[in-house]
């Protein structure tokens, strides 16, 4: 691994490890930029992964402080974890499910497709499907993502099998284990997936891709990255014409430091990527860092979300397996006359019994709960995922009132549903009881949104500066040496899960930067 200077200013300093920073540092490395990776979390492994939800979740979870507002029920819920993100080296990458689907076309370009929505900041991506399918592809190919590039899907679990029965008997088509980042056969050095289950927290046998054991070792290996852990970054710094010099940070003993930058990329998420560039206010850049536009933070994003579970009279062990190959597709396509614009997937999940008691229905008890536990063994279960519309109201802004460990506000997370979630999230809600139900459930429950982990938004790609904060490369629309690089750039949500698109962002990115690096543009 190298060893750079605080005092170099050659460095791309990227702020965050995970799908969009991890991805980004290997693709620049690989073409012989010299990177510093500044993570706050420490590195773990598939050796130190642990199978048991509550301890995973400490090991591997932001817990830093945070605050909620507005009329979703996690505010209500879960007020001090609005979000369900990681801190630790290859970021959510880490607990994540897998499941690897490209935008479609009209996602790309929704205000032109939906029109005027009341309530909704719609704007269409300054980035087609056509410009990004080539990254699509070549994503798919870094990731070894099933049912592309001839790799072969994988194999249907019972929680599928139920799936597949009743949706296919409500006529339903688009009925898969779906494309997973998941490895169907021995793929890049690691072997195929062992079917163990509960792998959300960290794949111990490494069948599934993250960057903390692919981009991360493969950068290490070129001799031109440095990776520093236990590094909570603070703040952003300019010169006097408003480029990017470096940032400052507390390393892992808590001390101030400063590492010079020739240029920086934001990617902690978009909810700590606002709350870094709020944090970095000047005297030229009096609310915040590239927030001229004033859209920094703004249109937050989670998607719309919801799960059904279903009892049946015979066992499904639903935790046996792949947690998420199983998808029905149908409906993610645009059909207004469904009562709401955009559409949604539905995708096979499962906790542990400890997180399936938490997230049910919070704050529930007594007999009807307690059935519910006692039916474990005999339950299947979906989570929701549909396109959340864009509201400049749908927030991160600081909270001055809190303070993290060093002392600096932390991000307060705002959202209201839009009308349109509530009618989306309605239907879904239907569809999925009527399928269950044709598959021979006894009975089924709907369970409110979990804590966010799709989050989107807040730093959003736009043609105009006065419309969003960075251009089609991700590139701050005020300051020509500073980047987003993560989840935060997307100017929709789509109905998809959405590391695919932050990866494929962060390919095309990487080609940018090294471009204009070697025409000395940067």
Known sequence: MAKY???????????????????????????GVQVVILEAGER?????????????????????????????????????????????????T??????????????????????????????????????MDPYYERAEKKMGVTRTNGLPGLPGNNNFKVMYNGATKLGYKEVSTGHMAINSVPYDGRGACIQQ?????????????????????????????ELRTGCHVSRIEHDAKGHISGVVYFDADGKEQRQKARVVCVAGNSIESPRLLLLSESSKFAHGLANGSGQVGRNYMRHTTGSVYAVFDQPVHMYRGTT??????????????????????????????????AFLDPGAWGQGFAGFMDDYTRTAGLWIVGEDLPQASNRITLNSAVKDQFGLPVANVHYDDH???????????????????????????????????????????????????????????????????????FTTSGAENPTLTIVSLAIRQAEHIADRMARKEL
Not at 100 to 118: C, M, N, P, V
Not at 335 to 356: A, H, M, N
């Open 5 to 31: 200077q605080q005092s170099d200013d050659s460095v791309v300093v990227i702020i965050g490890s995970g799908a969009g920073g991890g991805t980004l540092a290997n693709e620049l490395c690989q073409k």
């Open 44 to 92: 773990q492994s598939p050796a130190t992964f642990i199978q048991d939800e509550w301890e995973s979740f400490n090991q591997l979870a932001w817990l830093e402080p945070r605050t909620t507002s507005g009329s979703w029920r996690i505010a209500r819920d879960f007020p001090g974890l609005p979000a369900w993100i990681c801190k630790t080296v290859g970021g959510t």
């Open 94 to 131: 880490t607990h994540w499910a897998g499941a690897s689907l490209r935008l479609q076309a009209h996602e790309f370009k929704t205000k032109s497709t939906y029109g005027d929505i009341q309530g909704a900041n719609l704007l269409d991506w300054p980035v087609t499907r056509e410009e």
């Open 197 to 225: 289950g509960f792998c959300f927290q960290g794949c111990k046998s490494a069948a599934k891709w993250s960057t903390l054991y692919t981009e991360i070792p493969k950068a290490e290996a070129t001799g031109k990255l």
């Open 324 to 357: 998420m190959a199983g998808i029905v597709q149908d409906e993610v396509v645009h059909k207004p006359d469904r009562g709401f614009v955009g559409g949604y997937e539905l995708e096979t999940i499962s906790l542990g019994l400890s997180f399936y008691a």
């Open 419 to 489: 009308a349109n979630d509530v009618a989306m999230r309605d239907h879904a809600f239907r569809q999925s009881e009527a399928m269950y139900k044709a598959a021979g459930a006894t009975r089924t429950f709907r369970t409110p949104p979990y804590p966010s982990t799709h989050n989107l938004g807040t730093c959003r790609m736009s043609q105009k500066a006065e419309d969003g904060v960075c251009d089609p490369h991700g590139r701050a629309h005020e300051v020509p040496n500073l980047y987003i690089s993560d989840g935060s750039q």
